[in-house]
């Protein structure tokens, strides 16, 4: 018997906004900003499709892209490709279970991990938005004003070194009030971890002899971390300050 075999389309509808990877009106170009800015490889969410009220669409981060898939809800059924699940919650199950999916060009991607809607952090997301409509040929009001917020950021960054002042490419994560760094994108453990609750500053720096430089401010120490781009420095910048402010709000 399918578990929503005695409720109706509307109760089926609250039912889905109880799912924590389901971004409802989320346009596609701004699910493909927010999976490419802070997703990793796998990551994947629930949106609502243009094509009518009862298709969604499944948005998976493959490596450095997007893949959207066709969902589609007939009465309590839910078809996803191949597959025909009676209720939300075989449809959920089937993702708990790292499934694969073929793309277009005949790779298979593996879904990781969802990607939340509900974060306690607060969004980036306009720099992200005007980025993608830049590179969509879109102007930035195609695409949604209220996306959900970026919980955590990552990326290369390249670190002045504290004893020999040269500088090397690191992998840096930044979750919580944390911000570890690692000597690539492979390695498990980090280098070092940062606690942001002992950091006094994080600004833009113009005294190194490099572009799109800033800096965070330790009692002990003074970390000097450039990014590829301004772009890329000021997201980094505008992430940290925030999480610093929340601090000194909580004290």
Known sequence: ???????????????????GW?????????AEALLLSNGTDGSYLLRNSNEGPSCFALSVRAKDSVKHFHVTRRDSTYVFGFNEFTS??????????????????????????PYPWRVEEPSIYESVRVHTAIQTGRTENDLVLNAPSLGTKEGYLVKQGALVK????????????????????MCEE????LDLRACSAIQFDYSQDRVNCFCLVFPERTFYLCAKTGVEADEWIKILKWKLSQIRKGR
Do not use: C
């Open 1 to 19: 018997m399918s578990f929503y075999s005695d409720v109706s389309t509307e109760d089926m509808s609250d039912e889905l906004e109880t799912l």
């Open 22 to 30: 389901y971004h409802n009106d989320l346009s596609r170009h701004a």
């Open 88 to 113: 939300l919650q075989a449809f959920v199950n089937h993702f708990a279970n790292q499934p694969l999916l073929g793309s277009d060009a005949g790779t298979l991607i593996v879904l990781k991990s």
């Open 166 to 185: 040269n500088w090397k490419q690191r992998w840096f994560i930044l979750s919580r009030y944390e911000l570890k760094y690692f000597k690539d994108k």
């Open 190 to 193: 980090p280098i070092r971890t």
